[in-house]
């Protein structure tokens, strides 16, 4: 009968507008900002805008990216927290595992934001080099990914499974690597859908990405972690991880391997879920069939589907366990 909080990514679009009326609105999420700034140096105008022509550096844009969703859903945890709502466990995708196993005991909040200001996030690229991408693919539920992708079409990687839409029609997944390939395949895809993201130019959750990783553990290595204290799981296998080795091998790996969800969900249901709230906008609403159900909290508008989702499906909170 548990409450799982869940922490999406940066992947997709990031719509900042619900977080800033968080934010106007409530002073426990203006002092997360507040220390967000002081640990990272970048003030809340930029962590609350979407500022996506600010830096033609795609190194820059992505780490603040990360900073301002870290600082979102981490002050949505804290704006929840102050009415009594805690997870009974949590989990992530890509930078939502940063989050949650921060939120889960494993490292201090100010390691965290340091960690997002100190590792790379899109590492060096060879300007003359292939152009790189992602592209989102809708297809039939019985059609195997494996025809898409490494190692039998080259230079496209399967990045991200968000399994069956709730439908049950269709099964979404994301796909990075080289630009050209990407496109290729989408102009040859007959069953099914294959777009190309125009503004995405970098190969996430790919082995192009080996620098990434490699950094992420550099830094890593510099920073204390303890052991969970919340049932923490892991978005690339069915696991709950338990100590602070674990969750330092899951940040490297998560930047060149899969990111599963349903790998995620499946394992908060084996914790006896009955509801999950999506804290941030880090997730589309709608596009996934999770094994309970779920409430988006984007904005404070958000809130009455929280508490009415909690009464609905017999969620008993536990009390707080970290902060």
Not at 164 to 193: D, K, M, W
Request: aromatic share 6%; net charge negative.
């Amino acid at each position: 009968m548990s409450l799982a909080f869940i922490f999406g990514t940066n992947l997709l679009n990031y719509d900042p507008r619900g977080v800033a009326e968080f934010h106007a609105a409530n002073p426990v999420m203006q002092r997360v900002y507040e220390r967000v700034g002081e640990w990272t140096g970048l003030d809340e105008d930029l962590l609350l805008r979407r500022r996506e022509d600010d830096d033609p550096d795609p190194e820059a844009r992505s780490r603040h990216g990360s900073v301002a969703l870290a600082a979102a859903m981490v002050g949505i945890h804290d704006v929840l927290g102050e009415q009594g709502i805690h997870p009974g466990a949590v989990g992530g995708l890509s930078l939502g595992s940063m989050v949650s196993s921060c939120l889960a005991g494993v490292l201090p909040r100010q390691a965290l934001f340091e960690l997002l200001m100190r590792m790379d996030h899109v590492g060096p690229q060879d300007p003359d080099g292939r152009a790189e991408g992602v592209a989102v693919a809708f297809l039939p539920v019985d059609q195997e990914e494996e025809l898409l992708v490494e190692p039998k079409r080259d230079g496209v990687w399967l990045a991200g499974d968000f399994g069956t839409h709730p439908t049950g029609t269709f099964r979404i997944l994301l796909l990075s690597g080289y630009r050209e390939a990407l496109e290729q395949l989408a102009a040859e895809t007959t069953v099914g859908s294959v777009q190309v993201q125009e503004a995405n130019t970098v190969a996430v959750h790919t082995p192009l990405r080996a620098p990434v990783r490699d950094s992420i553990a550099r830094v890593t290595a510099g920073v204390a972690l303890a052991d969970p204290v919340l049932p923490l799981c892991s978005c690339l296998e069915p696991r709950t991880l338990t100590t602070a080795a674990e969750v330092a091998d899951m940040f490297s790996r998560n930047a060149v391997e899969t990111i599963r969800i349903d790998a995620m969900s499946g394992e908060m249901r084996r914790h006896k879920t009955r509801l999950g709230l999506v804290l941030g906008p880090s997730l589309p609403r709608g596009w996934i069939d999770f094994p309970f159900p779920v409430v988006h909290v984007e904005s404070p508008a958000d809130l009455p589907g929280v508490m009415a989702g909690i009464f609905e499906h017999g969620v008993v909170l536990p009390p707080r366990r970290v902060r």
